[in-house]
T-cell receptor, first 113, second 112 residues
């Protein structure tokens, strides 16, 4: 069966420090991969999605970037964190095609101090 | 761009009461999905509706997709404390097969 792993679970980082969040999927190939951010008590904001290795689409211009160096690996990065980058970051995957639900990872709670 | 509005934002009910959340899209959808996020957890896929006027049931949960495929609802009968969480709808348009647009969610509190 397919599983999605996301780490770390929590992270406290100072302003101006770099960020790297990793997400991996097992048990499937060529998944669609997504990074979402959720502010406290708010909805889900799509940050990036990828339909293949090296293919990244950005939905919101910001201080973050994403990369997909391997088929089942999705990385969210920042060179210098801002206070406004705090939030709950969720990775998700879905099979290729329009009629599948998303499976979310357990998320990373990022606090920028 | 496509917008998916969801109401109400918050709902407090007494255990045993019914609950309904509504979702409206600014554009016609190819399908709509529903997710549940428990407090402190991550969203979990509940169901997908594809056909106009479709109705699906999961135990006490009833999901409907409007005839025009622009709105949807989730109804929970006789809520239980285990129903606590935030319910999100997520719509997919015909031109964006890869992407879902999530509603803002309805946060349900069930009072014992």
């Amino acid at each position: 069966s397919q599983t999605i792993h996301q780490w770390p679970a929590t992270l406290v980082q100072p302003v101006g420090s770099p960020l790297s969040l990793e997400c991996t999927v097992e048990g499937t190939s060529n998944p669609n991969l997504y990074w979402y951010r959720q502010a406290a008590g708010r909805g889900l904001q799509l940050l990036f999605y990828s339909v293949g290795i090296g293919q990244i689409s950005s939905e919101v211009p910001q201080n973050l970037s994403a990369s997909r160096p391997q088929d089942r690996q999705f990385i969210l990065s920042s060179k210098k964190l801002l206070l406004s980058d705090s939030g709950f970051y969720l990775c998700a995957w879905s099979p290729t095609g329009p009629n599948y639900g998303y499976t979310f990872g357990s998320g990373t709670r990022l606090t920028v101090v | 761009g496509q917008q998916v509005m969801q109401i109400p934002q918050y709902q407090h009910v007494q255990e045993g009461e019914d609950f309904t959340t509504y979702c409206n899209s600014s554009t016609t959808l190819s399908n709509i999905q529903w997710y549940k996020q428990r407090p402190g957890g991550h969203p979990v896929f509940l169901i997908q509706l594809v056909k106009s006027g479709e109705v699906k049931k999961q135990k006490r949960l009833t999901f409907q997709f409007g005839e025009a495929k622009k709105n949807s609802s989730l109804h929970i009968t006789a809520t239980q404390t285990t129903d606590v969480g935030t319910y999100f709808c997520a719509g997919r348009t015909f031109g964006s097969a890869r992407q879902l647009t999530f509603g803002s969610g309805t946060q349900l509190t069930v009072l014992p």
